[in-house]
């Protein structure tokens, strides 16, 4: 029975110990948010971590407030300090996900301590690569940094260059980050692309709209720089004098490896090494062992590169059919265009440049051809002089959004723009004719309408 009381007192001491400590959390913790929100970062912060030690599940805010505390104690830190700072940062982060796990995103703060690592170097690149792979694996959905993309690829070249990874282990990656900058871009441009339709009809955008806008497109910016360093990384590695030799070396062990031969093949096709055997035997064993969007693309480049047209067409039409991944699909599209504006068949090439657009809304180059094929058509489009030259504006309208879906293509576009604005009607022009605002219907196959502006 004695024993049964001291038991229960000691209970009883305990659980009035832990609500002393959490009424004495609560005191501190409120006095220290009060000083984080005023930013007395230095006042707040041995506080945080008292509360943080004694009761780390009292708050989330607890952590939200410590983050910002440390950043502020590590923005003036050097060396040995801002080492621990940094370590106290990816603790901090590491016991906010232990503790709150339901409001903490855990490829997030993966992500989070693979940059801090990777930006302080601390540790060996092959551990910061380790690190960004896991953040990426667990969730490429979050993974939209365009500098921590760049950081995990440029990282696993430098392994590469090392001798620790191999270069189909670069292709792979490569292959992955491409796509997903790429799906990034599909995703900001459809988003923009109908206020930009809405702006170029004259139709003012809302306060809202002008900010989606903005930021759509310094986002595509970030993009596009991103997308033009990971090429730029991966550099010569890529180029056909060699790939040729390592698939040829590697063929006869791969040959019914489909990963690989996707892979080789991929790599040929989109540096147009099409020319040598080595693809041929690639694309043949492809088809063989798996018949799919791809492979009727490779043997599509083949038959064009033979000069057999129809061939080519019949095989880029499957493989345009088959293809599910967007981007991908898209580029079979832009493939048949380009064989029908080289034909000289406008109207069909606009529709699958269309075609290629809807698949991947990001694909600048398909304005700019239709907006080259509408300039070339001028002279046969429209009844009067004034008419003709009109078909300018259009061009240049279509040449704009180029540049605006693509910020890589913004020099060519704007160049465009700038030609086709100087063969369409003048000032003088405009006045002559009294059309000033007025909406000109473009006859023949263009078939669409552009307003006179006000200049």
Known sequence: ????????????????????????????????????????????????????EKCPTYSLATFQYLDRAISHKMANAQGAQKEALLEEMIQLMNERLKHFPDKTNAAEVKGDVAWLKYENGIGTKETQFNAF?????????SFTSPKRIYAYFSLLVDLQDQGKKSLQDVFELYEEVIGKIESEENKLAEMLAPLLEKQEAGTDLTGKEKQLVDNAEINLNAYSTVKSSVNGKLGQRADCDNLIPLYNKDFEEKKTDVKWLKIASERLSQKDCT??????????ALHRAEPSAKSALYLGQLAEAEGKSSQAMKYYNESANLETNASDKSRVYMKIAENYKKQGNFSQARSFYRNALAAQPSAGRAYLQ????????????????????????????YAARAGRVDPSLSRIANESVAAYKGRAPQKADVFQEGKQGQTIRISCWIGESVKVPAL
């Not at 055997?277 to 043949?284: G, H, N």
């Open 133 to 141: 792979d896991e953040a990426f694996k667990e969730s490429p959905e």
């Open 370 to 397: 239709i907006a080259s094929m509408y300039a070339q058509s001028a002279n046969n489009c429209g009844e009067t002089t004034f008419e003709k030259r009109a078909v300018y504006w259009l061009a240049a309208d």
């Open 275 to 284: 020319e040598d055997p080595i693809f041929f035997k690639l694309s043949e």
């Open 1 to 52: 029975m004695k024993t049964k009381i001291i038991i229960a007192f000691s209970g009883l001491l305990f659980a009035t110990g832990a609500l002393f400590a959490q009424a004495d959390c609560a005191t501190k913790a409120a006095l220290a948010y009060d000083d984080a929100k005023a930013q007395r970062y230095e006042q707040a912060y041995p506080a945080l971590m008292e509360v943080k």
